[in-house]
């Protein structure tokens, strides 16, 4: 458990919370800028001292922090692997020597992690440069290969895919989730991008001014419609699905769930490969009977679980699909000309280029299915 009760001052700026947070899964922070996500992450590690009016931090039943008794360990002693979004990389230091700087410092030695996270992250051909030869998404890949070679009890990872392309970010998240499955510490990741949370978050925390609005686990929070979260315009929703085939004459993967066929990506899929896709809550409209001549090819069968009004002209509809749910933004005459319903038997479509996939399995080409993330040993 990782429990956190912080109360410090910036300014005129408050961020005070008491949370009690699984330290096994992936916990996600989202909220606007200026919300207080990086504050509370750098009160974590042990910065911002002089802004802490009172704090307690406890992992597993060790204390970080407890400003009643004068306990707060600098922040090597944490073992904490940090990605800021500044990235920060030393300047004299090349690639290599960046990455394994960690393992210097806490007298440990390289593992087999580090080959992997070179030729994962696609940077072995680049490990003789120094950061001012790279380009902006090197630097932040190289950084997060340094975080991940630190971390030994967290890894807190701040706006990690904000300066790499589409193909590398796949990539990352990949690791981000592998790693946490093989390893079960706590992995905080703050980060504005709804689809980076639906694939990553387990547990969400929203801010708001300092405070946590919402705290559960990311299914909850995302389906709980009289939530401010859910009621956002780019709310998502990710539907898990196997590839099939890729059907080169139309350039579209066909993926099934337990009773559905669907169509996504214009890109082949390895076949039998676990997809996640990203929907928006607003491309998802709803009709009372399937249709069979239109251009959107996917089309669900679905039930009403609840509604919400949210102003004048739109509702926000909770949908049940195999046992998970989805959410939906509609008119309101939709809704009254519908006839809509609680506990309603409908259909649910969505353009298939409307959808976003992330492969679940290893995103590159190039990996050994056989390399595992590992991050290096604690010895403290």
């Known amino acids: 458990m990782l429990s956190v009760k912080l109360n410090c001052q910036y300014g005129e700026f408050t961020l005070q919370m008491e949370q009690q947070l699984p330290s096994d899964q992936i916990i996600g922070l989202f909220g606007a800028s200026g919300s207080g996500k990086s504050r509370f992450l750098r009160q974590l590690i042990g910065f911002d001292r002089q802004n802490n009016r009172s704090s307690n931090i406890t992992l597993n039943n060790q204390v970080w922090s407890d400003s009643n008794q004068s306990i707060c360990l600098d922040p090597n002693s944490r073992g904490i692997g940090y990605l800021p979004q500044t990235i920060d990389l030393f300047p004299h230091l090349n690639v290599l020597d960046n990455i394994t700087f960690p393992l210097t410092v806490n007298n440990q030695p390289t593992t087999a992690a580090l080959d992997y996270l070179l030729e994962e992250l696609q940077i072995d051909s680049i490990t003789k440069l120094h ?26 990872l701040d706006e990690p895919t904000s300066a790499v392309g589409e193909e590398h970010k796949a990539i990352i998240l990949n690791i981000i ?6 390893h079960r510490f706590p992995i905080i990741v703050a980060s504005h991008d ?35 979260f859910a009621q956002k315009n780019d709310a998502i929703n990710h539907i898990t699905a196997k590839v099939e085939e890729f059907h080169k004459d139309v350039n579209l993967n066909s993926l099934t769930t337990s009773s559905h066929q669907l169509w996504a990506g214009n890109i082949p899929f390895d076949q039998n490969s676990q997809v996640e896709l990203e929907v928006k809550a607003q491309d998802i409209s709803l009709c009372l009977s399937k249709e069979n001549t239109t251009s959107i090819l996917n089309c669900l069968e679905v039930s009403i679980v609840d509604y919400k009004e949210l102003s004048g002209h739109q509702y926000l509809i909770k949908l049940n699909f195999e046992k998970q749910n989805l959410t939906t933004f509609i008119t309101k005459k939709s809704f009254v000309d519908l006839k ?31 390399k595992t993330v590992s991050a290096p040993p604690d010895n403290s």
Not at 133 to 148: N, W
Not at 212 to 221: L, M, N, W
Not at 350 to 358: D, G, Q, T, Y
């Open 131 to 156: 950061p001012n030869q790279l380009s902006g998404g090197q630097k932040q890949r190289v950084a997060l290969a340094r975080a991940i070679m630190a971390s030994r009890t967290m890894l807190i």
């Open 194 to 228: 709804r689809i980076e949370h639906a694939f990553l978050s387990q547990y969400l925390l929203t801010f708001n001014n300092g405070r946590i609005e919402q705290s559960s686990i990311y299914d909850e929070i995302a389906a709980d419609i009289t939530g401010n």
């Open 340 to 370: 809509l319903y609680r506990n309603m038997s409908l259909f649910a479509q969505f353009k298939s280029i409307s959808v976003r996939p992330l492969r679940l399995s290893n995103a590159s080409s190039n990996a050994s299915p056989n």
């Open 177 to 182: 989730k592998r790693l946490s499955a093989e």
